[in-house]
């Protein structure tokens, strides 16, 4: 049976479907930035707070990370819906359409629409779980261990500076040390490779992945700082601080899992 890639021009399927390079990362980017518009305008018209789903969105950004994991592992196949990006488009449509029949159960039958959001994530999220071969509990460790250490940083700078106090911003930070300790540890010991344009060229000229540590933390710090500061609509700051969330939690979460279904 053909997959869906067969039906796709090869100039298409090498440029958008074999890698990163700086031409697609910039399409992405785009795509990502109009998709963000949209969710802005969505966000105003039902006058809900983005943040409000914050961590009800976590098992839908497990469900992604974990179908790509089984694609990498050979579980499922390798199609277009099933790989960057189209794998997190189709996530993200079905994370949309799940918080919006969430919030009109809200609003016709006053049900929680964050619990009921979470609810459709783990349901979905389970059958995926099943098809999980094994887990190798090793690179696990070593990444919950990075992840704590270099998190218990951070929480203890909350104690003192008024920025990290803020638990929205210290979970994206942490959201985002996962990512870089899961990219550390399969690099390092795990004879995996570094994927994205820049983070590849840090390591490059470096020769280490530890680079992940401090480009993670200036860009998203910076990134923080500036949406607090020189954003003043809710919506758009809230929105903002969803998606960077997202962006760390979702390819760290595709990094641990590949690492635990596959090493």
Do not use: C
Not at 26 to 34: C, K
Not at 174 to 198: C, G, K, M, P, R
């Amino acid at each position: 049976m053909a997959t869906v890639d067969s039906f796709l021009p090869d100039i298409i399927q090498s440029t958008f479907f074999s890698g990163y390079t700086i031409f697609n990362t910039v399409v992405y980017t785009l795509i990502l930035l109009l998709f963000i518009l949209a969710i802005i305008k969505m966000f105003k018209s039902i006058e809900i707070d983005p943040l409000s789903i914050l961590y009800p969105i976590i098992p839908f950004i497990f469900l992604g990370s974990l179908i790509r994991a089984l694609v990498d592992n050979g579980i499922y196949p390798k199609t277009v819906f099933l790989i960057t990006p189209g794998l997190y488009i189709l996530i993200g449509l079905v994370t949309i359409a799940s918080f919006l029949f969430s919030l009109f159960l809200y609003r016709k039958k006053n049900i929680e629409y964050s619990h009921t959001l979470s609810i459709i994530g783990i349901v979905l999220l389970i059958p995926n779980i099943i098809l999980i071969p094994r887990l190798n509990f090793h690179p696990m460790a070593y990444v919950i261990i990075t992840w704590i250490a270099t998190s218990l940083v951070f929480i203890g700078l909350s104690y003192f500076i008024e920025f990290f106090k803020d638990k929205i911003n210290l979970s994206i930070i942490s959201a985002h040390l996962f990512d870089a300790s899961t990219t550390f540890i399969a690099v390092e010991y795990f004879n995996y490779s570094e994927q994205h344009v820049l983070a590849n060229g840090l390591y490059q000229l470096f020769d280490t992945s530890l680079t992940m540590f401090p480009m993670k933390i200036i860009v998203i710090v910076a990134v923080l700082y500036i949406i607090d500061q020189y954003f003043d609509d809710e919506t758009i700051k809230s929105l903002l601080k969803l998606t960077v969330f997202v962006l760390g939690l979702a390819p760290g979460l595709r990094n641990f899992l590949t690492m635990a279904i596959g090493v």
